[in-house]
C-alpha cells in the first residue's frame, strides 16, 4: 500500500540525531527504515509522486536519494551512496553515484501483502 511519507508508513529512523531531510513530495510503501543523516529530495522542483521508494526499503547511514527516482521493494542503499537513477527491486547499491553491487536472490524483499492489500512496484514491472 503506498502512502505520501508523511502518514503512518511503518517509517523508522535510527540515530536521530543524525539529522534527516525527507521531502514532502515522497511516496514510500510501507517498513521504510533510514539510519539517520538521510536525504531524500529533487535534483530539480518535482511533483509528488516522483520520488517512489518500495516497500522494505533499507538506507544506510547518510545516503541520499535525489529524485525523480524509483526505488524497488527491498532494496538497500549502501551509506553515503547518492541515488540518482532507478534501483531495481532487492538491489543494494554503494557509492557516488550509487551502482548496484548486487542483488538479493531470495524473496525477502516482497512485501507481506493480504489478499486485499494492492502492492504497486515503483518500477513499472
Same mark, same amino acid.
Given at each position: 500500500m503506498?502512502?505520501?511519507i508523511g502518514e503512518a508508513c511503518g517509517?523508522?529512523?535510527l540515530h536521530t540525531a543524525l539529522g534527516t531531510?525527507?521531502?514532502?513530495?515522497?511516496?514510500?510503501?510501507?517498513?521504510?527504515?533510514?539510519?539517520?543523516?538521510n536525504l531524500i529530495g529533487g535534483?530539480?522542483?518535482?511533483?509528488?509522486g516522483e520520488i517512489l521508494i518500495g516497500s522494505n526499503v533499507?538506507?544506510?547511514?547518510? &545516503? +541520499? $536519494?535525489l529524485g525523480p527516482v524509483k526505488v524497488g521493494n527491498g532494496a538497500q542503499i549502501g551509506a553515503g551512496a547518492v541515488?540518482?537513477?532507478?534501483?531495481?527491486?532487492? &538491489? +543494494? $547499491?554503494?557509492?557516488?553515484?550509487?551502482?548496484?553491487l548486487r542483488s538479493q536472490t531470495t524473496q525477502d524483499h516482497l512485501p507481506l501483502a493480504s489478499p486485499r492489500q494492492?502492492? +504497486?512496484?515503483?518500477t513499472g514491472e
Open positions: 503506498w502512502r505520501p517509517l523508522k529512523i531531510v525527507v521531502s514532502g513530495k515522497t511516496i514510500a510503501g510501507e517498513r521504510l527504515t533510514l539510519t539517520g543523516g535534483r530539480k522542483p518535482i511533483t509528488e533499507y538506507l544506510g547511514a547518510n &545516503a +541520499i $536519494v541515488v540518482i537513477s532507478d534501483v531495481r527491486p532487492g &538491489a +543494494i $547499491v554503494v557509492g557516488v553515484p550509487a551502482r548496484e494492492q502492492t +504497486i512496484d515503483p
